[in-house]
C-alpha cells in the first residue's frame, strides 16, 4: 500500500468507526497463518519511573509482503491515578512502513488493546464453543468486557442470553444497561447476578476478565461442553480458575507466552495437575487445522490468551489501511 507522506493520527472515534469485532475477528483468521511467522516481537521493554509507575515499550516489525509495517506500542501505567478519577494504563500506538521508516501513524492504544484482546476471544471461541451456545457468562465488568461480550456474541450468534458477575454488581448492571438500551444484538437479553455459584453452571461460553488472585471459576461447577475464556491474568501470582477447572477442560493458549505467564498454567504445571504437553495447541494452529479443537459437544475447553505484538501490528494494519481506503480519517 502507498505510504501517506505525512503521518496521520487516527481518534478514538475515528478507531470505532473503523473497527468492528466481526471484522478484526475474520482479518485475525485470515492473516494471523500466514504472516504470525514473519513478526518479530522481542521481549517487551519496562522502565520503572517512580516506585509506583512505569513505562513499557513494545515493539514489533514484519518481513511479510502483504504486512510492511513496523508497529510499537508504548504504554503508562501510573497506578495512583485512581486517586484522581483517571485511568491507570494509556497506551499509545505508532505505525512505520517497514520499507522505507516513514511514520504512517498513531492511534489509540488502549482502545487498539481491547479490540484486539476481545477479537482474539471472540475466534478462540468460534473455533472451540459449541455451535449451539445459548448463554455467556461475563465475569468482570471493567472495560474489557463490553468489548469481550461483543466479540462472542459475534462469533456465537446462537447466544441468546449474557448473564454479568462484577465484585461490584452496580458496574455490572450499569453494563447491562447500556448493553441492552444499545439494540445492537436483537433477541440477546443481558442480565446480572450476584452469585457466581448459581451462574457458572449455566455457562456455554464463560469469559473472565479480571485481576483475580484468588480462583472465580471452580471447575467442579463446569457443565459438560463450556467453553471457558480467560484473560485477566499476565502474571503467575494471578489466576482466574482453580485447577479442576485446568484438569477437566482441554486447554489451548494463544500464544507459547501463555506457558510461562498465566498464572492458572504456570501453578498448574508446577503442581502436576497438567504438563506443558498436555495443552492442546495455540490460535494458530488451531486455525490452520494442525491442531483439533471440541472434539465433541461433551468436551469442556479452556482458552488463555496472554496478547502478543502479533495481534496489535495485525490490528493496527486493518485499521491504518481501511482509514486510506474510505479516507475515515
Same mark, same amino acid.
Given at each position: 500500500m502507498a505510504s501517506n507522506p505525512n503521518p496521520i493520527f487516527i481518534s478514538s472515534d475515528s478507531l470505532h468507526s473503523i473497527l468492528s469485532h466481526s471484522t478484526l475477528i475474520q482479518?485475525?483468521?485470515?492473516s494471523l497463518p500466514t504472516v504470525s511467522s514473519a513478526i518479530n516481537t522481542p521481549i517487551r521493554q519496562h522502565y520503572s519511573l517512580s516506585p509506583s509507575s512505569s513505562l513499557l515499550l513494545m515493539p514489533s516489525w514484519s518481513s511479510a509482503p502483504s504486512l510492511p509495517y513496523i508497529g510499537v506500542k508504548l504504554v503508562t501505567h501510573f497506578p495512583q491515578?485512581?486517586?484522581i478519577n483517571l485511568p491507570g494504563i494509556h497506551a499509545n500506538y505508532v505505525l512505520f512502513s517497514s520499507t522505507t521508516g516513514q511514520p504512517l501513524a498513531s492511534m489509540d492504544g488502549t482502545l487498539l488493546t481491547l479490540y484486539r484482546t476481545a477479537? $482474539?476471544?471472540?475466534? &478462540?471461541?468460534?473455533? +472451540? &464453543? *459449541? *455451535?449451539?451456545s445459548k448463554i455467556l457468562i461475563m465475569i468482570g465488568a471493567g472495560a474489557l468486557a463490553?468489548? +469481550?461480550? *461483543? &466479540?462472542h456474541l459475534s462469533s456465537s450468534p446462537s447466544l441468546?442470553? $449474557?448473564i454479568i458477575w462484577n465484585r461490584t454488581i452496580k458496574k455490572a448492571i450499569d453494563l447491562a444497561g447500556t448493553l441492552q438500551k444499545s439494540n445492537e444484538f436483537k433477541g440477546v437479553s443481558f442480565e446480572t447476578n450476584e452469585s457466581l455459584d448459581e451462574i457458572v453452571p449455566l455457562g456455554d461460553i464463560i469469559s473472565c476478565a479480571t485481576n483475580a488472585e484468588t480462583p472465580l471459576v471452580k471447575g467442579e461447577r463446569l457443565k459438560h461442553g463450556a467453553h471457558l475464556d480467560l484473560v485477566g491474568s499476565f502474571r503467575e501470582t494471578m489466576k482466574e480458575c482453580d485447577d479442576e477447572a485446568i484438569k477437566r477442560g482441554r486447554v489451548y493458549v494463544d500464544n507459547e507466552a501463555a506457558l510461562v505467564e498465566a498464572g492458572e498454567l504456570v501453578g498448574a504445571f508446577e503442581r502436576g495437575v497438567i504438563g506443558k504437553g498436555d495443552v492442546g495447541g495455540n490460535l494458530v494452529e488451531l486455525i490452520e487445522g494442525k491442531k483439533v479443537g471440541r472434539n465433541d459437544c461433551e468436551e469442556i475447553t479452556v482458552f488463555k490468551s496472554v496478547g502478543s505484538g502479533v495481534v496489535d501490528l495485525l490490528a493496527a494494519q486493518l485499521v491504518y489501511e481501511t482509514c486510506m481506503k474510505k479516507n475515515k480519517c
Open positions: 482479518h485475525f483468521h485470515s491515578n485512581s486517586t477479537s $482474539v476471544s471472540g475466534l &478462540a471461541s468460534k473455533i +472451540l &464453543a *459449541k *455451535k449451539n463490553p468489548h +469481550l461480550i *461483543k &466479540a441468546q442470553k $449474557v
